[in-house]
């Protein structure tokens, strides 16, 4: 494809027929737009939402594993293990922010003390060998705010907590940025064969592509349906979590982590990169693929477990809560094949371990599509990686960086006190490659109105912000003033009086 070809297609014109379709907008599908568009070939990332990483991809525990409690042998063993250090080397190149802040996994009970070096055993079959089983003095010195009763723990001190949202934005943006056709508000309905090509069926008018990826996460069984096949069932799984204010930090500064069982890691503390700490996930299967809403239920269990885990946390302030949809499936690994008749690859079963393991299901699925007969000739004219802004809290945000100010004073212009935020963040938001399309997709790409007070002081200007695409008004320093003095709410001269 030539370079015009490739403006085009980043504008996101779908009159022609790719060579690749991948369906789904998530890291996994991000990551395999990318890796297709780093050969001699049309691609289209298609999704239903309206943004790139609205679906499961979006709330999650943000966790870059190891892949040391993975099941041996597996898929999902290989893929996590190479995709831990993948992500690893694309967050230095692109400033997605991580924390190497370790993990370690408490025993509680006899049974699960019994099981740590059966845990040890396992990280050490998946190729992970620095775990060490420790007993409760030395949990307690890592931990000194753990609740009363840990009888031991196995460190794992590799683990760490990443920006899922920046990973995911990163991944969308550095395919755009390669010449992919991002196609979004497009619900697949349905897919035809017709001579060499498939025409999907979207809800935003038909797509014709020679090649079809599925990476379409709580929807790829049902995409997977319409392409011949019967062979697996996604099961939304709800996860329900906590977020605490930043001043609980001190108490959690690693990932504390349960004895894994069946239905996933269970009820963790985890710090996050923003500064602050979650607790969770519940685990309930639902059968609405489409319910990411907090229950009282959910709730109610989550801070018994906190109680137990560690009753200080719950004396601090939650900030929010949430819920995210993970695809748990009837496979108890990866469901990655090519179907070389159809020309169509599926990427499915891909529950929460996606994240770290997304870079490298690119690279699997793009060697299995080579086999099945799609033809990848290397380009030699690739764009560097975006370069990311930083939503962590351990390194330079703009609001303090002098000289950045100097040079722009948007980004001294703080907008949203709690999380720190500036105008000119926000603004740069709307001028990048992957503008956000809503609110949502402006706190996933700036942090704005995620913080204590939830918009309340910051709403209004961050609302003015967003109908204005960005647009700085010199007079706005004073308005935003005003709106802080008049708790959140914009009024008129009058109104003031």
Known sequence: MSTTDRTTAANGDASTTFDVVVIGAGIVGSAIARKLAGHE??????????????????????????????????????????????????????????????????????????????????????????????????????????????????????????????????????????????????????????????????????????????????GSDVIDRMFGHDRFTVTPRRGELLVYDKLARPLADKIILPVPTSRGKGVLISPTVYGNVLLGPTAEDLTDRTDT?????????????????????????????????????????????????????????????????????????????????????????????????????????PYQDAARIAADPAYGRVVCFCERVTAGEIRDAFRSPIPPAGLEGLRRRTRAMNGRCQGFFCGAEVGRLLESRGACDPDAPEENRENRENGGERRSPEARR
Not at 67 to 95: I, M, Q, W
Not at 310 to 336: F, K, N, Q
């Open 293 to 397: 809403g907090t229950s009282e239920k959910g709730i109610a269990f989550l801070l018994e477990k906190g109680r137990k885990l560690m009753p200080e946390l719950l004396e601090e302030e939650v900030t929010a809560t949430y819920a995210g949809l993970r695809a748990a499936s009837d496979h108890s690994d990866y469901v990655i094949d090519a179907d070389a008749r159809r020309r169509y690859v599926l990427a499915g079963g891909i529950r929460s371990t996606g994240l770290t393991a997304g870079i490298a299901i690119a690279e699997y699925v793009a060697g299995l599509a080579g086999e099945a007969g799609l033809e990848l000739v290397p380009r030699e004219d690739l764009p560097e990686p975006p370069r990311m802004p930083n939503l962590g809290e351990a390194f330079p945000r």
């Open 41 to 218: 070939l049309s691609v289209a990332l298609l999704d239903a939402r309206d943004d790139v990483g609205d679906g499961t991809s979006k709330a999650n525990t943000a966790i870059l594993h190891t892949g040391f409690d993975a099941k041996p042998g597996t898929l999902e063993s290989r893929l996590v293990r190479e995709g831990y250090h993948l992500l690893s080397d694309y967050a230095e190149r692109t400033g997605i922010p991580i924390e190497r802040t370790g993990a370690l996994l408490v025993a509680w009970t006899d049974e699960e003390l019994e099981a740590l070096p059966g845990l040890k055993e396992k990280a050490e079959r998946n190729g992970y060998d620095r775990t060490e089983i420790v007993g409760p003095a030395e949990v307690y010195r890592q931990v000194p705010h753990l609740g009363e009763g840990a009888l031991g723990g196995l460190t794992v001190p590799d683990e760490s907590v990443i920006c899922t949202w920046t990973t995911n934005l990163a991944l969308a943006t550095d395919a755009v940025r390669r010449g992919v056709t991002l196609l979004l508000n497009r619900r697949v309905e349905a897919a035809e064969e017709r001579g060499g090509t498939t025409v999907l069926r979207t809800t935003g008018g038909d797509v014709t592509t020679r090649w079809v990826v599925n990476a379409a996460g709580l």
